[in-house]
């Protein structure tokens, strides 16, 4: 296999274009050499040090300019580094109760997450995830906390007709009513900034996670955003929650972190969190071996650089006219012509694609039909990657892709996926007998 910019080639030396950048993983684009030297610069040096008996200087270095990308809300701060999303997620649960407990607020265990979210497969970060098919044959072994609803405009549960804007306050007071009842005993609240592969990038109605911010600050609930996706510059801000203006109290990053180039993971935890253990116990009580791994935090250090030199967190903002996300936007939104179409949604450089029988009464595809994965494949004869998912609708029935090209991509890279996505569409239609126009 070789990777160069946003093309793949299998060992048959068959191309492909990246669209959905691995999974949401890759946004600086394949094969950068910066970081693979980088990577050999710090193995030569020294490969790896226990955290129980060193810090390394790449560790101390990177560490300052992720707070510092995270921005002002986390000066003196601190990162905890992982090897990915769902150790993150796992330490990021853990990191909240033991501030709990170190401000004497023992009682508060219990983490809310949403329905039809994602937060990773190990069995803590399972039972916060909302999605059903990856959760149903563990849930005997999970621990079950409340999960609540989130807005999704498509089917928004309250058939309003105002972007979501009443209704998002509507979820916001079912999290506000979830904490109530729990008597105390709330820890945080995860969530997705923008939903990932479960929901397919639906992105929240105004003012929904500013109110959901404001009744955790107000209840002792610590907030928790999962920018395992949405995070380092892939929807054209540093992170997700700056669109709106949220300030959590821990920020979970991996995924684009490294784009790939190494496994690793990031816990975010701002001084409130920091300053609360320090003056406490004094320490995490928590841990993993490849915790900080140099080779790693050279690789995320490089990528950082990397995405600063070439400005690919602007390059990723749909919103700013002339950059690639803008113009991804624009080719994507042509895909709404397409009879078995019901929504394309998405910001930056991470957009859904969900597929309906009938546009007008929105009825998905019976699951065992996998119209997602045979969009999917008729993409991928024709040289194009994307992400099919199931499970829009109910957790079940609804399918969708995600993209998530990275923000290297050209307009006439753009083009041309587009009109493969399309052709591909088209072509799962056909295989189903459906009726063309
Ligand atoms: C939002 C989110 N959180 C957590 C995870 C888990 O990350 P990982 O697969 O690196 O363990 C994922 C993975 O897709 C994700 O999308």
Known sequence: ????????????????????????????GHGVAEISAAMAEQAAEVEFVHTSQFTTPVAEAYAEELLAFAGEHFRGGAVYFTCGGSESIETALKLARQYQVEI????????????????????????????????????????????????????????????????????????????????????????????????????????????????????????????????????????????????????????????????????????????????????????FTYNAHPISLAAGRAVLRYLREKNLVEAADSGRAGTPAAEFKKAIGQLRDEESVGDVRGIGLLWGVEFVVDQASKRPFAPEKNFSARVAAAALKRGLLVYPMQGSVDGISGDHLLLAPPAVISAEQIAWSVEQLAASVREAQLSLSLSLR
């Open 104 to 287: 004497g607020h023992g009682a508060r265990h219990q983490i809310i997450s949403r329905q039809q979210s994602y937060h990773g497969s190990t069995l803590g970060a399972l039972s916060v995830s909302g999605n059903k098919r990856r959760r149903e044959i563990y849930l005997p072994m999970v621990k079950e906390f409340p999960h609540v609803g989130m807005p999704y405009c498509y089917r928004c549960a309250f058939d309003c007709t105002d972007g979501c804007r009443n209704c998002g306050q509507q979820y916001a007071a079912e999290l506000e009513r979830a904490i109530e009842a729990s008597n105390g005993a709330v820890a945080a609240f995860l969530f997705e900034p923008v939903s990932g592969a479960t929901l397919g990038a639906v992105v929240p109605p105004a003012g929904y996670l500013q109110s959901v911010a404001e009744i955790c600050g107000r209840d002792g609930v610590l907030l928790i955003a999962d920018e395992v996706m949405t995070g380092m510059g892939r929807t054209g801000r540093n992170f997700a929650v700056e669109h709106w203006n949220v300030m959590p109290d821990i920020l979970v990053a991996a995924k684009g972190l490294s784009s790939g180039y190494a496994p690793l993971g990031a816990v975010i935890a701002s001084k409130k969190v920091v300053d609360a253990i320090a003056a406490g116990s004094g320490a995490f009580l928590h841990g």
């Open 1 to 28: 296999m070789r990777g160069e910019g946003i093309y793949l080639w299998d060992a048959e030396g068959n191309k492909y274009l990246d669209l959905a950048g691995s999974a949401a993983v890759n946004f600086i």
